[in-house]
């Protein structure tokens, strides 16, 4: 399932949320237009194996990675959520609190990744784990919204509205799923890093819960 829009406007003009993403996609060009991408990435990106939480130093990929992608799809696929999700959150929450937000699902999202597979020297990247908070957030503050989505269809892709409580239950079930299934391998291979999903989305939800606003309704469409 692919979102495209949801049916609601944000509160306020999405300037962090936008400004994320242009953050993002500014740090994965210089990534790709690096001389030595592999270094680049080697440099920035979070490998389990290094970290040493008695050296601050080595803490701070549990940050840069957020920012790194492993190609067009990966980048694409999260700016994507970021973009048709993110600005609502941003919109129902103090202004300073949705970066707060989205960092820190990442970096707890990087954590649950890492207490699974923590002897690793394969690098971890990407904002997966920020976009998923911020999707544990909408989950938890617009269950209602519809959401136009790309499903595909007997074969063909058609767009449908889907509620908000059943898409996002939906892929977190698949990620719970998913990250049972990859425990055998955890820390023996790449892949995608469905713990930190899981991490991220339950971090985003119990965030929305104690610092969203709590005097604005939610709108929904009928």
């Known amino acids: 399932m692919i979102p495209l829009s949801d049916s609601v406007k944000s509160q306020r003009f999405p300037f962090i949320n936008i400004l994320l993403i242009g953050i993002t996609v500014y740090v994965f060009f210089q990534q790709y237009v690096t001389p030595d ?5 080697y ?4 490998i389990p194996s290094e970290i040493d939480f008695s050296n601050w130093l080595t ?15 990966h980048i694409i696929s999260n700016m994507l959520f970021l973009w048709v999700f993110g600005d609502n959150v941003e919109g129902y929450m103090h202004l300073l609190l ?6 820190g699902s990442g970096i707890v999202g990087a954590l649950t990744q890492y207490f699974f597979m923590p002897n690793s020297d ?7 784990g920020a976009v998923a908070g911020v999707l544990g957030a909408y989950y938890m503050l617009f269950p209602h919204h519809k959401i136009k989505t790309l499903v595909p269809l ?18 977190f079930l698949l990620q719970i799923i998913s990250g049972a299934a990859s425990l055998p391998f955890s820390g ?6 469905f713990f930190a999903h899981i991490g991220g989305f339950v971090f985003g939800i119990i965030f929305a819960k ?13």
Do not use: Q
């Open 188 to 193: 023996e291979t790449g892949g995608i890093a």
């Open 154 to 171: 007997f074969g063909f892709f058609t767009v449908i509205n889907i509620s908000a409580s059943f898409m996002l239950g939906y892929w």
């Open 98 to 103: 949705y970066p707060i937000l989205y960092l």
């Open 210 to 222: 104690f610092f969203a606003y709590k005097n604005l309704p939610e709108i929904a469409e009928g």
């Open 43 to 46: 440099r920035w990106a979070l």
């Open 37 to 41: 991408p592999e270094a680049f990435v």
């Open 59 to 73: 803490l701070i990929p549990f940050i840069t990675a957020i920012f790194l992608h492993g190609g067009f799809l």
């Open 122 to 128: 394969i690098p971890m990247l990407g904002a997966s």
